[in-house]
């Protein structure tokens, strides 16, 4: 085996390792990941670079390197390093506040989203909080067409549910 075949290889089971971790719900796990990639990554710009030559500050006889592939491994370390630092941070605060790494599913958004509430029903916002005046929904002529539609459907399901109850109540026998 050659040396550029040797370091494809590590290169992809550096990336196959580091997309599974990434892929964890562990915050440290994705740190390792993010590590494998990140080396994975400066493996593959060490791999394109082409074929090693001499310096280029040095009266060279033969080929010259390519400084722009080192200058991408560098720059590629940095952002390894302070999205590393980053990451670290993230952990360090969820342990400080949870006692645990582990990102769980935030309850309070699916209830939000299952929520019967709908946009016409909530009162509007009173003052210029938004960038487009009082009412951020002017803004948008479709924002007021799926309010007016919102409006017709919960018109439309009190109409079906005052039937329902006439309907009971004049089973039961209760004069209405």
């Known amino acids: 085996m050659s040396g550029s075949l040797v370091l494809i290889l590590v290169m992809a089971v550096l990336y196959a390792c580091g997309v599974y971790l990434l892929l964890e719900r562990s915050l440290t796990r994705v740190l390792l990941g ?3 990639v990140g080396n994975a990554t400066n ?4 791999v394109v670079s082409g074929s090693p030559g001499e310096a280029p500050f040095f009266e060279a006889d033969g080929p010259i390197a390519d400084p722009l592939p080192q200058a991408f491994m560098l720059t590629a370390i940095v952002i390894t390093f302070g999205i590393s630092a980053f990451l670290m941070a993230l952990i360090y605060r969820s342990w400080r506040l949870a006692h645990a790494d582990v990102v769980s599913d935030d309850t309070e958004d699916r209830a939000v ?3 019967e509430r709908s946009v016409a029903s909530e009162p509007d916002a009173q003052g ?3 960038e487009f005046g009082i009412r951020a929904t002017a803004a948008v002529t479709s924002a007021l067409d799926l309010e007016e539609l919102e409006r017709r459907e919960d ?3 009190l109409e079906e549910q005052r039937l329902i109850e006439e309907s009971e109540h004049s089973r039961d026998g209760d004069p209405r």
Do not use: N, P
């Open 113 to 115: 989203g299952r929520r």
């Open 43 to 46: 493996l593959l710009i060490l």
């Open 34 to 36: 993010f590590l494998l």
């Open 155 to 157: 018109a439309e399901r």
């Open 128 to 130: 210029d909080d938004t």
